[in-house]
């Protein structure tokens, strides 16, 4: 599954020396190809203005003001048209610079340009995509790991940029829930360390969260797991079932790797595999990827193990489905960067004992790794599935990039 091309409606403006907007939209539009027109439709300013992103089409000159006094009555970022004709173009080039100067996000597509449609096609998938963001209610389970020094944005960027709702909760409510679970659901699948006590424990937790995002009305979640440890709890096994089931569920409070997390659920339909880079060989475009939790939904075979650093508890280690995928990770302190890579993941299985339980080899392009090294943004990076990163990177200037 990925998100469809989705209809939008545009706002378009003409000059009153000109004419009226309805007589120069028909031959305009006739200039989109078929699934693209059939996606953009005209719309009254209040609906426009209600969309996350703001699509105008510049259909003459003489707009550049009017499009400016819009933009005051609006938040969100821009999409603007032009065309060929009526010195679209130039009012448009005068309008998204004015833009620009105020600090207001704006990608321009001209439709006389070859690759237009493709471009446009990346922005209402984008628009899409936080169409659906937009009133998510996210829960942030405990405070965020000490050692994630580069991934906790603040929570109000996630309501601003976007649109999601956050929702604190106390660890303690999920140790004091699972500690009255009665009848857990029991994990099944070859064991090496865990026994019968760790079994149910895994189930226990699994059945607590179940239940509180049942009763928060959470579409998302990041728990402090590290927390848990002390109550000879784990969330591994808990958060790879709730991924599966279309949850998804981020480790450690990490915020910036829940959100894509999440952006995979939405775009894929299917979760992503959130983890620890290891070890990196940008001569041979290799990354090793580990944590002690995969989405079964991902996975071709899993044992169950205990937890790596500790040894305690239920955790997974499985093979990640090999094939297409996008390397995703969030950064900044407003999330204003990004990293976005294609490439593969190789049905190698790295068996190693001394790094967390799942661990999966990525194959990138060349020159893509040296990137990571030269440039981090942080920890934790989440692997797509399938090939995203065009509009993602459109995602991320609309919404994120500043």
């Not at 031959?27 to 190809?33: D, I, M």
């Not at 994630?148 to 303690?172: D, M, N, T, Y």
């Not at 969330?235 to 991924?243: F, P, Q, S």
């Not at 090294?373 to 509009?391: D, F, K, W």
Request: with cysteine.
């Amino acid at each position: 599954m990925e998100l469809p091309i989705p209809e939008i409606p545009f706002l378009p403006l003409a000059a009153p020396l000109q004419g009226r907007p309805e007589e120069f939209l028909s031959p305009v539009l006739e200039r989109l190809p078929p699934d693209i027109k059939g996606a953009l439709r005209p719309g009254p300013r209040e609906e426009v203005r209600g969309e996350p992103v703001h699509f105008v089409l510049m259909l003459t000159g003489g707009t550049e003001r009017e499009l400016l006094e819009f933009s005051r009555e609006t938040e969100g970022p821009f999409v603007i048209l032009s065309h060929p004709a009526q010195n679209s173009l130039a009012a448009a080039l005068e309008a998204v610079a004015k833009l620009r100067a105020e600090g207001r996000r704006v990608v321009l597509h001209h439709l006389g340009d070859p690759a237009c449609r493709e471009e446009l096609e990346r922005s209402l998938v984008a628009a899409e995509l936080a169409r659906r963001l937009k009133g998510k209610r996210v829960g942030i389970v405990g405070e965020p790991s000490p050692w994630l020094v580069a991934s906790v944005p603040p929570v109000e960027i996630l309501e601003r940029k976007l649109g999601l709702e956050p929702v604190r909760i106390p660890l303690e409510e999920v140790v004091h829930r699972a500690q009255r679970v009665a009848s857990p659901p029991r994990p099944q699948g070859e064991r090496v360390e865990p026994g019968e006590e760790e079994l149910a424990m895994g189930g226990k937790v699994y059945s607590s969260l179940r239940g509180i995002v049942e009763e928060r009305d959470l579409s998302a979640f990041t728990i402090a797991c590290f927390g848990l440890l002390p109550h000879r709890m784990t969330a591994c096994w808990a958060l790879a079932r709730l991924g599966s089931e279309g949850t998804p569920a981020g480790c450690e409070g990490d915020l910036t790797g829940l959100i894509a997390l999440i952006i995979s659920q939405e775009v894929t339909g299917s979760p992503g595999f959130l983890a620890n880079p290891v070890d990196v060989d940008p001569k041979r475009e290799r990354l090793l990827l580990a944590h002690c939790t995969a989405p079964f939904a991902l996975l071709d075979g899993f044992r169950l193990r205990t937890h790596f650093e500790s040894g305690l508890g239920l955790a997974v280690e499985g093979t990640l489905r090999k094939g297409p995928y996008t390397l995703v990770r969030f950064g900044g302190e407003r999330l204003e960067q990004g990293f976005f890579v294609e490439g593969n993941v190789l049905p190698e299985r790295p068996g190693r004992e001394d790094i967390c339980r799942t661990q999966v080899i990525f194959k990138a392009p060349k020159g893509a790794l040296q990137k990571l090294l030269r440039e981090p943004l942080g920890n934790h990076h989440v692997l797509i599935p399938g090939h995203h990163r065009a509009v993602l990177e459109r995602f991320h200037q609309l919404f994120l990039a500043e």
